[in-house]
């Protein structure tokens, strides 16, 4: 058998598997697994590499209005780039429904921005912002028929926070429809009466961020948006979890037999409240909610990865500048927390964080690494197999992994739009040398090898 590209002398890694194969690639599809191939246009050397399907992250914000003269960091080319350079092959970003529009006219805008624009593959969660009678009766189903299967609703910030029975009936739409739905948990009446309390002492640096969001009131959150998904019967994500206070409620919500998934992100392993309480405006860096913790909470978010609470480990990137009038350092946000920007960047920081610190560190297994980076995120939102995982027939979206190279990380070596990462000077072990999409080389040893709008949208199915 003749094919395009073989990746020779290689170790596969699935969620579940590594053995010794080459990789036979036709058409931009895996064609053969077999321990010798030899009849290919090229030949990749893969000795002493991991070759493992390429990173998902399903948590991106990428090109999203955030009002009042802030600009995201990262549009569709930037953000996709940076993520090729960091091992992905596949990003899930959000389509976000601005209130008094339907979310057709939101995935117009959104569509248009990420035509042609893309390095690797695209996908939208819807995030409903009004749940009209026309939005949850007529546009959802027909959407999710079109192959958008996931939603996101927020219970915190101002303009996109849902009450109660605006997410019961949004929870009950997508039950109807077959959609799996994302929650952000924090109680927004008590941050704002936190935030008020800080206002009033004049306590408004950075650091008061993390105390108005403290982990009860993200505890409280997931506690009722677990109540209503049980008592609609929809399964839902809970993202972004932080503490251990939520996991427990993740944990007690399976137990009653709730279908609930549990994602986690690099800054809560990472960072700490701490952080956010730096020199001058340096905490700014920092800010993203809910807001990183402490170490204990650190500890809780790695038995999370380790037990299966957690079975997605997703970026949020959410990149804004921190030296510039559009990002952290607005002329309000310089005066007020309030005004920061919430987000962080971290699309092409987050594998070789998690390989390092997780693999490299021995607390998860090189499997649970691809299961939680890869095969999950498309397992969970309607993309496998034809995503996430080296399997005849499967897309050749394929990362080479060197286990042994030795990278600190500075912003310069990043490809985001950002001007700054939050995990400066971070020494990892492990880094990936080489991402594939659909059988195309887009990153070779450092270099761009793929053109822009190589990406596609993806349709996916439902869970
Ligand atoms: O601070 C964060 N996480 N910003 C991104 C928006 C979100 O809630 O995911
Ligand atoms: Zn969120
Ligand atoms: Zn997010």
Not at 46 to 53: H, I, N, R
Not at 69 to 82: E, K, N, P, R, W
Request: some cysteine; hydrophobic content about 35%; overall charge negative.
């Amino acid at each position: 058998m003749y094919f395009d590209t073989i990746i020779k002398n290689g170790t596969v890694v699935t969620a579940c598997d590594t053995f010794q194969s080459d990789v036979g690639i036709r058409g931009g599809k895996i064609a053969a697994l077999a321990a010798s191939l030899d009849s290919a246009d090229e030949i990749i050397d893969a000795s002493g590499l991991y070759v493992m399907p390429g990173g998902i992250d399903s948590h991106v914000h990428l090109a999203q209005p955030s009002g009042d003269g802030i600009v995201m960091a990262d549009d569709f080319a930037s953000g996709t780039l940076s993520a090729a350079f960091g091992g992905n092959t596949t990003v899930l970003t959000f389509c976000m429904q601005e209130r008094g529009t339907t979310l057709r006219e939101s995935l117009k805008a959104y569509h248009a921005k990420a035509e042609g624009e893309c390095y690797i593959d695209v996908s939208f969660h819807l995030v409903v912002t009004d749940p009209t009678s026309y939005v949850l009766g007529q546009e959802l189903p027909a959407l999710v028929e079109d192959g958008y299967t996931s939603i996101k609703v927020f219970m915190t910030y101002e303009n996109l926070r849902l009450r109660d029975d605006q997410i019961l009936d949004t929870l009950d739409s997508a039950r109807q429809s077959g959609a799996l739905v994302m929650v952000h948990c924090e109680n927004e009446d008590a941050i704002r009466y936190l935030i008020g309390k800080h206002e009033r002492n004049g306590e408004l640096a950075p650091k008061f961020h993390a105390l108005s969001r403290p982990a009860a009131a993200e505890r409280e959150a997931t506690h009722r948006a677990l109540s209503l998904a049980e008592i609609v019967g929809t399964p839902i994500v809970i993202v972004h979890v932080s503490n251990r206070q939520a996991m427990e409620e993740i944990e007690r919500a399976r137990k009653r037999g709730s279908k609930v998934a549990g994602e986690t992100c690099p800054q809560y392993l990472l960072l700490t409240a701490d952080d956010l309480d730096a020199a001058e405006l340096e905490g700014a860096k920092f800010v993203c909610s809910p807001p990183p913790r402490d170490k204990e909470s650190q500890e809780a978010c790695w038995e999370g990865l380790q037990s299966g609470t957690f079975e997605l480990f997703s970026s949020d990137h959410c990149p804004f500048r921190y030296d510039d009038d559009s990002g952290k350092l607005n002329e309000k946000g310089k005066r007020h927390f309030r005004w920061i920007p919430n987000g962080i960047p971290g699309v092409e920081t987050r594998l070789p964080i998690l390989f390092s610190e997780g693999v490299s560190k021995g607390r998860i297994d090189i499997n649970r690494f691809v299961a939680l980076s890869s095969t999950n995120h498309a397992k969970q939102y309607g993309l496998y197999p034809q995503k996430g995982t080296i399997a005849i027939g499967s897309d050749a979206d394929i990362t080479l992994w060197d286990p042994h190279k030795q990278v600190t990380i500075t912003n310069d070596i990043l490809h985001h739009g950002a001007d700054y990462t939050p995990y400066h000077g971070l020494e990892v072990v492990g880094w990936p040398v080489l991402t594939m999409l659909r059988g195309r080389s887009i990153i070779r040893e450092g270099a761009v090898q793929g053109t822009l709008g190589q990406g596609q949208y993806l349709r996916r199915t439902r869970i």
